[in-house]
Structure formats: C-alpha cells, structure tokens
C-alpha cells in the first residue's frame, strides 16, 4: 500500500484559484497595462489614489484589492493574510497570479470589493495598496511595472493608524517580525543589523503599548527605506514624500502621474484643489479631504508626546547617518 500523498497548502490553494478562475491569467492577463501606486497604510496614498484614478484615460482601478481577492491569499493563517516574507519569486506565486487576474479582461473586477473603475476598453490596470508591500521587488523583478511609492514621516502615519484602528490593529503585525529577518536587513539596510536588533529588542521590553508602537514604527521606517531603495534601482520605480505633495500638491501629482504614464486634465486639477482645503468630511480618518498647508506639523491624535519622542530615538538610532528617518 502506498503512502498517503500529502497536499501542501500552496497546492491547494492553486486548485481553489483554478476552479474560481478556469481561464488562465497567468496567459491572458495584461501586465504590461499594470500601474502600482504603494506605500505603508495611512501614508497618504489613499489621496494620491482618489486623485489618479479620475484621468481622462479608460481604466480600470482598484483600491486595495488584495485582501479581497477570493481565494484568500495563502500567505498567513491568521491575522491579515496577505502579508509575507520578503523572498525571491518563482513564476506562479501567487502574489503574482493575483496582480496578473487583476489585469485579466476575462476577469469580471466587481468580484473585488474595492474595484473604483472599470471603462470598457481601458488601457490602465492602476492598484493602490498596502499590503503584500515585501513581495514588491518581486514584482518589479517580472515586469517592471511603473510604480509610485508614497513615503511619510513614519510616527504619523503610526499615529494615524492606531488613531483610525486601534492599538489592537493587525495591520503590520508579521511585517514587524519579518523585516527583522536576515535577507531583508542584508538586502535592504546592511551594516545595520546590530543596532536594528537592539532596538527592536529594546522595544519587547517595554511596557504593552509602548511595545506595539515601536515596533511598528521601526518597521514602517525599514519598509520605507526598502521602497527608496528599490526606487533607486528600478528605473520604473518612483518615489514621493507625502509632505512634499502637502507642499506643492500640483508639481506632485504631475510627477506622479507621469511615472504612471497617466494623462492629466482639467477635471483632475479641479479634483486636486478640492481636496487640499477642509470641509465637512475632514474630520473622518478616512477622508482624502484635508486642509494640506497644516498637515507637516499637526498635533497628534493618537500618540503621547513621550511616546513620539520615544519613536524618535528609536528611529534616529536605526538610521544614523545611513539614512535619514522620514520627517
């Protein structure tokens, strides 16, 4: 008798996306249309997003699809399955068979949640979005997709975070521990593993609340520079500060949407301009409506002012003279 053959959760989760999916998007889906703009949750990109997705041009667009995308996506068995290791990529992964059913034409788009656009005939696949952000140079690797990376000054975008979820927020959660491990601190932020680990043990030490911002804003600090980094790399690849869009938010988005090859007009200025002075939704977490000439130097809504000093040092030990925290 021979012995029982074992199905690996890879492989199952294969078989579910090919019954869901009988046609093949790793054939018929159109990568090359593909246009990602990416960065930390509560960095701004939702903005960015709202505004790029009103071009002239045929779309179809999603805002962050990937948790939605049915079968869920096999990375995490609890928590927020869409995150991973930084790793290298095989053709097949599934990080990658999600972003090529997205540009599928066969593939319908309001099965995601989160699909903004659909124009018939579009020419764009444009996704904004925040998670799976370590299996990004994967994907630049296999197509070199145009690509914005939305950077900001890590203690507000935790202070935005936990004061739009909570502290009990799972978002980050396995990215935490996973930018601490060898091949992303080698590939990314060499040289500075020593310090990293001390504060990131430094960190487990501290009280429960303590602990949970911390180590999160260390990790969105090293998410950061690996979007820098990669930016540097990959000539498709752009990065933008947030507070440099506060600051001049047309010269901006111009920019922004030329690495996209995404055609401006008229419509898209007057978008533009109504989001950067406040009005009756300003005061929702979630709102892209912002009075923007306050936004580098808001109070904080969720932080203490010794919990923000705290991050502060943590981020300047990490970076040193290597890189500069985000501010």
């Known amino acids: 008798m021979g012995m029982p053959f074992k199905i690996s959760a890879r492989e199952r989760w294969e078989a579910k996306f090919r019954s869901a999916y009988p046609f093949d998007p790793e054939k018929s889906g159109e990568t090359d249309r593909l246009r990602l703009i990416l960065g930390v949750g509560r960095s701004g990109t939702s903005w960015v997003s709202q505004v790029l997705f009103k071009t002239p041009m045929p779309c179809r667009c999603f ?41 599928d034409r066969q593939f319908a788009g309001t099965a995601v949640q989160t699909l903004q656009r659909n124009d018939a005939g579009w020419e764009a696949c444009v996704v904004k979005e925040v998670h799976s952000l370590l299996g990004t140079e994967g994907l630049l690797r296999q197509w070199r997709t145009p690509t914005a990376f939305i950077l900001r000054d890590p203690v507000y975008i935790i202070d935005s975070l936990f004061a739009a979820q909570t502290l009990q927020t799972i978002y980050l959660d396995h990215e935490v521990e996973a930018v601490q491990a060898g091949p992303f601190v080698e590939r990314f932020v060499p040289k500075r593993e020593a310090e990293i680990q001390r504060r990131f043990a430094d960190a487990a030490r501290r009280e429960p609340r303590l602990r949970l911002i911390l180590g999160k804003v260390l990790c ?26 506060c600051a001049a938010p047309r010269a901006g988005f111009l920019a922004l949407a030329a690495t996209l090859s995404i055609p401006w007009d008229d419509a898209m200025d007057a978008y533009l301009s109504h989001t950067t002075a406040a009005d009756v939704t300003s005061s929702d977490p979630y709102s892209v409506v912002r009075n923007t000439s306050e936004q ?3 109070a904080l809504k969720f932080l203490s002012a010794s919990e923000a000093a705290a991050c502060r040092e943590a981020l300047q030990a990490i970076t040193g003279d290597n890189a500069k925290a985000a501010r």
């Not at 995150?83 to 990080?95: D, E, K, M, R, S």
């Not at 969105?220 to 869009?245: D, I, N």
């Open 63 to 103: 805002s962050e699809p990937l948790f939605h995308i049915v079968p869920p996506l096999p990375f995490q068995k609890s928590g927020d399955h869409t995150a991973l290791g930084y790793q290298p990529f095989q053709t097949g992964h599934p990080l990658l068979r999600a972003y090529q059913l997205l540009a």
């Open 220 to 245: 969105v600090q090293l998410l950061q520079e690996m979007f820098s980094v990669l930016a540097a790399e990959f000539p498709s690849a752009r990065v933008l500060r947030y507070e440099e869009l």
């Open 296 to 298: 580098s130097a808001r």
